[in-house]
């Protein structure tokens, strides 16, 4: 059983004092990591479970402190504490450092180290498009956090052209060393698509509850034909902006993956072992259902 408790409340209740994963953020209760561990945990008969704690500013120097605990075993961090723990551990492995974000701490000889599995979430069902993505444009909608993820993953994968939309471009801090960078406006996106092989939504736009909006007006969609279409968003599976894209016979990826993929790198750093890929998969679907 996965349980949401305050930090408060989890340090009172006997599931402190026994082997622990936890997911901290704030709010916490959307979370889908506890049901996608606990799962893998039970499945390979480790001694552990992973809870949700809801993390109030005022009690991180308390939990920072708790990170030392033998029972504490790990941890993922989401909105909005992925800037703030970098400080906290004592190494940071590559992805990390470029990105200036974590998601996850791991332990090792005593040492807290964080990780980024964000990007790595974020490529992995790209590998099979890799043909038609390398060397090629790709227009990113949202300039936030998990925009600079993606910017990550695109170079690793070799696009050498991403164009971020954004409502305010003159702000957007999003540049590389390695390739070409460039943030436009929603009126100007439009003279770039030709000459693009994949539109990735980086944007709340479509998101459950407001699951009517896209970031592609209806006239614009037919610019999606033929192209890969990928929407980070997995509640729900299908957004307007996938159907949009299937409407004119695009490849569409959802974001399940990426949040599977994420969970499974953290898994895999913890524990050695990977999740039961197909059976998390279904357990997902069958909750967002
Ligand atoms: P974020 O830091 O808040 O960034 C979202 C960006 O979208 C903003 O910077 C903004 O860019 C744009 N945006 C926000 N509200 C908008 C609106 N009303 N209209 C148009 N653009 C808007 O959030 P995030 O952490 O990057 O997450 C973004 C989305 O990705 C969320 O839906 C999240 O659930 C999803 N996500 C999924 C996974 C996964 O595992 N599948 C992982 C991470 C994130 P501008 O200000 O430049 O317009």
């Not at 902006?241 to 299937?246: E, S, Y």
Request: glycine share 8%; proline share 4%; hydrophobic share 40%.
């Amino acid at each position: 059983m996965t349980m949401i408790l305050s930090f408060n409340e989890f340090k009172k209740s006997e599931y402190s004092r026994n082997p622990h994963f936890l997911v901290i953020g704030n709010p916490i209760g959307h979370s889908l990591s506890p049901l996608m561990h606990q799962a893998a945990l039970d499945f390979h008969d480790i001694n552990a479970q992973y809870h949700a704690v809801d993390l109030a500013q005022a009690d991180i120097t308390d939990f920072i402190g708790w990170l030392n605990r033998d029972e504490f075993l790990g941890c993922n961090i989401t909105i909005p504490y992925k800037n703030q723990f970098i400080k906290v551990v004592d190494h940071i492995d590559s992805y990390s450092s470029e990105a200036g974000v974590i998601n996850t701490i791991a332990k090792s000889d005593h040492k807290l180290i964080g990780h980024n599995t964000d990007i790595h979430g974020f490529t992995s069902p790209l590998l099979q498009y890799i043909d038609q993505i390398e060397g090629g444009r790709v227009i990113v909608f949202g300039t936030g956090g998990a925009a600079k993820a993606v910017k990550i993953g695109l170079e690793d994968l070799g696009v050498e052209e991403i164009i971020f939309v954004s409502r305010t471009p003159e702000k957007s801090n999003l540049n590389s060393d390695h390739i070409w960078v460039e943030t436009v406006s929603y009126d100007q996106w439009q003279s770039y698509a030709d000459e693009t092989s994949m539109f990735v939504n980086t944007t709340p736009l479509g998101m459950s509850p407001n699951i009517g909006r896209s970031p592609i007006s209806e006239f614009d969609g037919k610019l999606l034909g033929k192209k890969i279409c990928y929407d980070l968003i997995y509640n729900p599976i299908q957004t307007k902006f996938l159907k949009q894209a299937d409407e004119f016979g695009a490849i569409t990826i959802n974001g399940l993956d990426m949040l599977i993929m994420q969970g499974n790198r953290s898994f895999e750093i913890w524990t050695g072992k990977t999740f039961p890929l197909d059976r998390i998969k279904k357990l997902l679907i069958n909750t967002l259902k």
